[in-house]
Each structure stands twice: as structure tokens, then as C-alpha cells.
């Protein structure tokens, strides 16, 4: 996934109504702005969240 896909995702899931933590809340938003790329276990965590979120992936271009 790159950023611009890791970004739609993350806004889409805070524009759902997925109910969702201050901490969640915050990881998303990092994940929006900052093209740091995830450590594994970030990895895991956002792969939840979408799922969660019933959030689709865009394909990888």
C-alpha cells in the first residue's frame, strides 16, 4: 500500500461511523499526514481498522 492509498483509507475510516478510540483516532489521523512508512505492527493495527471499518483497499497502481 502506498501513502496515498494508506491516506484514502484513513479518512475514509474516520469518516465512518465506526466507533473508535482517542488513540485510534489519532494513529488515523497520523496515518493521513505523515508518509512515514508503518512499522509492522502498525501495519496490523491499520489492517484492522479497515477491516473493521469495512473499508475497501484501492488496488495498487
Not at 479518512?11 to 512508512?37: E, H, W, Y
Request: charged share 25%.
Amino acid at each position: 500500500m502506498n501513502f496515498e492509498q494508506q491516506r484514502a483509507a484513513a479518512l475514509a475510516i474516520l469518516s465512518s461511523n465506526m466507533k473508535a478510540s482517542r488513540k485510534c483516532g489519532s494513529f488515523l489521523g497520523q496515518c493521513a499526514v505523515d508518509d512515514t512508512p508503518l512499522t509492522e505492527r502498525q501495519e496490523r493495527w491499520f489492517g484492522q481498522l479497515v477491516e473493521k471499518a469495512g473499508i475497501e483497499l484501492e488496488a495498487a497502481q
